[in-house]
């Protein structure tokens, strides 16, 4: 269209090739101006992509570290369902006993509960590591927030 009228001016002061070049550089320049959402969607699709690509080159170079990264993660993994298992006996017991013992119970339950909520941000990671790698990165600005929350003077 533009090329059209940059014609029909350029005819009328004779010099067809500049107006044609002029409207050219102006269309690129508004077009260079316009940011759309496609545009938007294709750079953050693209963007997704080389995060998935980089974390499987990582997983791919590190292979040899393989062992060891599952025997922590299960290390974490154990430490932390143990934590849960046993906070959760001793509130079922907590129950059936007396009130002196129960509220003993209920206190070293309590006491899991804080070591269940320090282990909670790394176990995350774990997780998303072996079940959820292509969304990692999503994952672990959550999980590193969890795991390094500082708990107020009222917790």
Do not use: H
Request: glycine residues 6%; charged residues 25%.
């Amino acid at each position: 269209m533009l090329s059209g009228i940059g014609s029909v001016v350029g005819k009328m002061l004779g010099t067809d090739k500049a107006v044609e070049k002029t409207f050219d550089v102006a269309e690129r320049m508004i077009d260079k101006l316009v940011y759309t959402s496609e545009e938007k969607a294709d750079e953050k699709a693209n963007a997704a992509r080389e995060a998935r690509g980089m974390i499987v080159e990582w997983v791919n170079a590190t292979s040899g570290s393989r062992l060891a990264r599952r025997i922590i993660a299960l290390a974490f993994t154990f430490c932390y369902l143990s934590l849960f298992m046993i906070a959760t006996v001793f509130d079922a017991v907590a129950v059936f006993i007396s009130e002196a013992n129960a509220k003993l119970m209920s206190a070293a339950s309590d006491s899991l509960d804080g070591r269940i909520d320090i282990l909670s941000g790394a176990v995350m990671l774990i997780l998303a590591f072996y079940f959820a790698a292509p969304q990692l990165p999503k994952i672990a600005d959550a999980a590193i927030a969890k795991f390094t929350q500082r708990k107020s003077a009222n917790d």
